[in-house]
């Protein structure tokens, strides 16, 4: 077990911050939906392209398969001083989107996959667990942006390698919005342990399995991979 | 009487006890043979595929530890390559594990430079080859037909795009055989690797001796900082696959030569133990010690010779099942060697040996009077 008393909050959340950071990268997923009464939905494959720096943070997420997935492309930008802006683009148009909502009914969330809580101010640690063995420290992400639907996150992060094996989102009422855990992780390039294959459980609606199968750590971002965010109309829901 | 034939006496007496141990030890040994087969196998699939395409050198990035090198791009390396003394062709090649219809297990999909020497081993046995580098198509594996039950003009969608099947293909490696292969272009286009690719193959000329090879590996170590030429041989023994399998057998092979020693140790043990009047008598009838030591030792032999045996017997049956099993298919090419299987017959033997010989020795030190007191 960590002693709590041990790990700085704060140095562990600019620490995670950084870990996120990369000039480019690609990866491909796998995601399977059950629902709460364990029916299975069809399986469908994304690809996920994301640059990453302390100002901005930009993400792609485009469908492989199936032909309905396919014809769907979702851009994220977010920076310091704005919130999250979405833009789906479909085959003849773009329109604005909400960042906090599930894509294609899985548990898959964009603005999840930005972790923004590492970036908020209040961080603190609030004891420590154990999750499939490994030892964590729970670490509570706080923010008091109203606009925000979630505004707690416990995370709980092995401290030797960084890496949050569960993450739990809460919202103003403290009820638990989903929790992300790590069911298989693996070492990336660079050494660091990533999550290869990851679970979405949104409690009482479904369960979302999601599988990294492919990927690229140095996947080079060309000038019109994220055009869609500057071509794509302000504010249209 | 002969001693060998007592010490078989001995064993048949007591039909249970004997197949009992006998059916420990080979399934012990069968678990040996199946899984240092299938290591085995494993690594030699993959480095079938690299001699067989003709590759001489692979040069990839190091501290890889995937199935696959982690991709890169393939020009910034190339012209280093294409200059060094004996090299013929540098051919780039990329590879994903993906899953192309969720009735069949994830295969490898190929991209091979057009009309490159990659292509030359393969025997097409339907269809025709891609007839550019751009062209839209694949050409598969007779496995890869077999599993995803495709034939020519079947489509397929890779990664969300449908292409044709044109071509069924043969390789001597099954690895290739449960492939799909396209042009490398088309790879990278699918996959969003423009330019990249995960190894470089280097074809060198007749003339190149295993001083050149040492050369060349040596001159991409000093020019090319983060990249590494290694040999096929050498670049399946680093894979993290092939390493844990192998692991796995290590493991395997000890365990149950351990296992297979207790039970045996155990086994003569409660034998000698039953049997103390005979050995009693018999030593009173003026037998030697050594010749009881022999006795005992020549019945653990005996159990771990024919268990042994059967342990093989069941061990390539095991794996052979497995092979034909839908969800290891193309994945388990499995290699026996005679004197790999020779080896395992002595291992099992010396494993008799080594079980009976402190029973034996317990045995052979019974004192006469004492012995033939015990009820």
């Keep these: ?237 | 009487m002969n001693l060998l034939r007592f010490a078989y006496d001995n064993l048949t007496r007591r039909p249970a006890r004997t197949t009992l141990t006998m059916t420990a030890i080979s399934l012990g040994i069968a678990a040996i043979v199946a899984l240092t087969a299938i290591a085995w196998g494993f690594e030699a699939s993959w480095q079938k595929a690299n001699d067989a395409r003709g590759t001489d050198l692979i040069v990839t990035r190091l501290a890889s530890e995937n199935t696959m090198p982690s991709p890169f791009i393939a020009e910034k390396v190339r012209p280093a390559l294409v200059n060094l003394p004996h090299v013929r062709q540098v051919v780039g090649l990329l590879s994903e594990m993906l899953t192309v219809s969720y009735d069949a297990p994830p295969m490898f999909v190929f991209g091979w430079e057009f009309n490159s020497y990659l292509w030359e081993h393969l025997q097409l046995l339907e269809g025709r080859w891609p007839e550019s580098r751009n062209e839209p198509v694949i050409v598969i594996g007779t496995l890869a037909a077999e599993l995803l039950h495709k034939k020519t003009g079947d489509m397929i969608e890779i990664e969300g795009v449908e292409m044709p099947v044109v071509g069924i293909f043969q390789s001597s490696a099954l690895v290739e055989n449960g492939a799909l292969i396209l042009t490398l272009q088309l790879v990278q286009q699918i996959t969003d690797k423009t330019g990249k690719v995960n190894v470089l193959n280097l074809q060198l000329d007749s003339s190149a001796s295993d001083s050149d090879i040492a050369n060349i590996k040596q001159q991409v170590r000093d020019t090319l900082p983060g990249y590494t030429a290694i040999t096929s041989g050498e670049l399946v023994s680093q894979n993290a696959v092939v390493r844990i399998s192998k692991a796995m057998s290590n493991a395997t092979i000890l365990i149950a030569s351990l296992v297979g020693a207790l039970v045996v140790f155990n086994t003569m043990l409660m034998s000698i133990s039953e049997r103390t009047r005979e050995i009693g008598l018999l030593l009173a009838l003026g037998w030697h010690p050594r010749t009881v030591i022999k006795l005992i030792v020549s019945e653990s032999a005996m159990l771990t010779f024919a268990g042994g045996i059967i342990g093989i017997i069941l061990g390539v049956l095991l794996t052979r099942g497995l092979e034909h099993i839908e969800l290891m298919r193309g994945k388990i090419d499995a290699v026996f060697s005679f004197p790999f299987l020779l080896g395992v017959l002595a291992l099992s033997i010396v494993l008799g040996i080594f079980g009976g010989l402190y029973p034996a020795i317990k045995a052979a030190r019974t004192r006469p009077s004492q012995a033939l007191r015990q009820e």
């Design chain 1, 1 to 237: 077990m960590h002693a709590e008393e041990s790990v700085d909050a704060v140095a562990l959340a600019r620490q995670m911050v950084k870990l996120h950071q990369s000039s480019g990268f690609e990866a491909r997923m796998q995601v399977e939906v059950n629902d709460a009464d364990k029916r299975m939905h069809l399986p469908f494959k994304v690809a996920v392209i994301g640059e990453i720096t302390l100002e901005k943070q930009r993400l792609l997420l485009r469908g492989i398969s199936p032909r309905k997935v396919r014809e769907q492309t979702f851009a994220i930008l977010a920076t310091a001083d704005a919130p999250a802006r979405v833009i789906k683009s479909t085959q003849d148009k773009h329109s604005a989107a909400d960042p906090y909502s599930p894509l294609f009914d899985s548990g898959l969330i964009l603005w999840d996959l930005l972790a923004p809580w590492w970036g908020w101010a209040e961080q603190s640690v609030i004891g420590s667990d154990t999750f499939d063995d490994h030892p964590c420290s729970l670490i509570r992400s706080r923010t008091s942006q109203t606009e925000n639907p979630i505004s707690e996150v416990i995370s709980c992060v092995d401290t030797t390698t960084a890496l949050a094996w569960r993450t739990q989102l809460f919202d103003k009422q403290h009820t638990l919005l989903r929790t992300i855990t790590v069911n298989l992780a693996m070492r990336s390039e660079s050494g660091m342990l990533v999550a290869r294959a990851l679970t979405v459980e949104v409690p009482g609606i479904s369960n979302t399995i999601i599988t990294v199968y492919a990927g690229d750590e140095h996947y080079q971002i060309k000038p019109d991979t994220f055009s869609i965010l500057e071509s794509a109309p302000e504010a249209e829901q």
